[in-house]
Structures are given as structure tokens and as C-alpha cells.
């Protein structure tokens, strides 16, 4: 299914095997619906992974969308429920990303996400070689 909108972000955590209960509950329950209410957030999703792994997409109109008056207000306001469980995130990584290209038409129910440097200015073999295969990912970071 291509991506809705031209900005993304991209965020990869774990959360301690006691805590998923809670953090699905929270985050299906409040947090989705919260930044699905802010004027630019169009599409989230999140996927399970391994030993308590998580990775969530928010798919965005555009990228000035993260720096919004409604999405600050909601970044630097968390309700008491997300200042309860944000400590619970593990190992949290958070990119913003700007959407080059995108394509399909199907619903997926695997995910494959990467993290891709900007192309670097000067070749290096291996470096190379992981730009060649990040760019399939059709995402970069901002």
C-alpha cells in the first residue's frame, strides 16, 4: 500500500514484558487516537516484533507537519497516561523522514523497516553497497 502523504515518522523501542498489557492499551486506546486527531496525521500503525519489539508509522500530509502548533502543543502536553508509560520505552529511536517514493496497492502484514543514511558525497564500498539496498526502502531520513 504506498504511503499517504510526502513525511513520515519513523520509530523503532522495546518495552519490558510487564509493561505490554498497558502499553498496548495506552497506545491503541489513547495515543493513536490523539495523534490521529492532529491536523497533518493521516495514517499509524504498529508493528510487534521480537523480544517485546515495536515499530510505529505515522504517515504525514507533509513535513511541516511536525513543526504544526496542534502537533507541538501535543508533543510538549503529554497526558498523564503517556508521561506514565514514555519511561517504559526502551532503547527508543525516533526519525523524522520525508517520503521520496511509494508504491503498491495491498494491505501488508510484514514489515521490513530500515534505517538509511543520506547518500554520502564521496563512495565508500560499504557504505555504498547499504545505500544501494536502503533505497528500496523509499524512505530517507530528514
Known amino acids: ?7 513520515a515518522i519513523a520509530m523503532w523501542w522495546d518495552i519490558a514484558p510487564a509493561q505490554r498489557k498497558e502499553f498496548e492499551d495506552w497506545h491503541s486506546h489513547e495515543h493513536f ?21 515495536f515499530f510505529v508509522l505515522y504517515e ?4 511541516d ?4 502548533p496542534y502537533y ?3 508533543l510538549n502536553n503529554p497526558t498523564p497516561w503517556s508521561m506514565k508509560m514514555m519511561p517504559h520505552h526502551r532503547n527508543m529511536v525516533r526519525s523524522q523522514c520525508r517520503v521520496i517514493e511509494s508504491y503498491g496497492a495491498g ?3 510484514h514489515c521490513s523497516p530500515c534505517a538509511c543514511p543520506l547518500k554520502p558525497a564521496k563512495p ?10 536502503c533505497v528500496r526502502c523509499r524512505m530517507r531520513l530528514a
Do not use: H, V
Not at 500500500?1 to 513525511?7: C, V
Not at 495523534?35 to 508493528?47: D, E, H, K, T, V
Open 33 to 53: 487516537p490523539e495523534r490521529l486527531s492532529i491536523p497533518g496525521f493521516l495514517r499509524a500503525s504498529r508493528w510487534a516484533g521480537a523480544n517485546e519489539s
Open 72 to 74: 507541538l502543543e501535543r
Open 60 to 63: 504525514l500530509e507533509t513535513y
Open 124 to 133: 565508500i564500498p560499504l557504505i555504498a553497497r547499504w545505500w544501494k539496498f
Open 1 to 7: 500500500m504506498p504511503f499517504l502523504g510526502s513525511a
Open 65 to 68: 507537519t511536525l513543526t504544526s
Open 107 to 109: 494491505l501488508q502484514d
